[in-house]
Nanobody
Framework: QVQLVESGGGLVQAGGSLRLSCAASERTFSDYIMGWFRQVPGKEREFVATISWSGGNTLYADSVKGRFTISRDNAKNTVYLQMNSLKPEDTAVYYC??????????????????WGQGTQVTVSS
């Protein structure tokens, strides 16, 4: 069982930046694909970004490409989401998730095995 704890959310003005962190309890963290998703009330959970177990492959939603960067530190069992040039439409609860390989459709939420509790990101205009 992998436990994931997100942190770093908060309130920021449009154009600002935030860095989200997700700490994993699992000592085999480096075996997992890690993803970030987000959700607003009344909508389905939306893919944001994902990174392969080694960090060699990443994938981003078109809506965040060029503004967000996903990274991981396997020595610290942590995955990060650096969010720059934030927009009001980025407002959501952000979740990190872990998935076992293979790297087949890493943007699909239903392929992820473990989820954190989420952290709120609010971008004011």
């Amino acid at each position: 069982q992998v436990q994931l704890v997100e942190s770093g959310g908060g309130l920021v003005q449009a154009g600002g930046s935030l860095r989200l962190s997700c700490a994993a309890s699992e000592r085999t963290f480096s075996d997992y694909i890690m993803g970030w998703f987000r959700q607003v009330p009344g909508k389905e959970r939306e893919f944001v970004a994902t990174i392969s177990w080694s960090g060699g492959n990443t994938l981003y939603a078109d809506s965040v490409k060029g503004r967000f960067t996903i990274s991981r530190d396997n020595a610290k069992n942590t995955v990060y989401l650096q969010m720059n040039s934030l927009k009001p439409e980025d407002t959501a609860v952000y979740y990190c998730a872990a998935s076992r390989p293979p790297w087949s459709s890493p943007d699909r939420a239903d392929l992820y095995d473990y989820w954190g509790q989420g952290t709120q990101v609010t971008v004011s205009s």
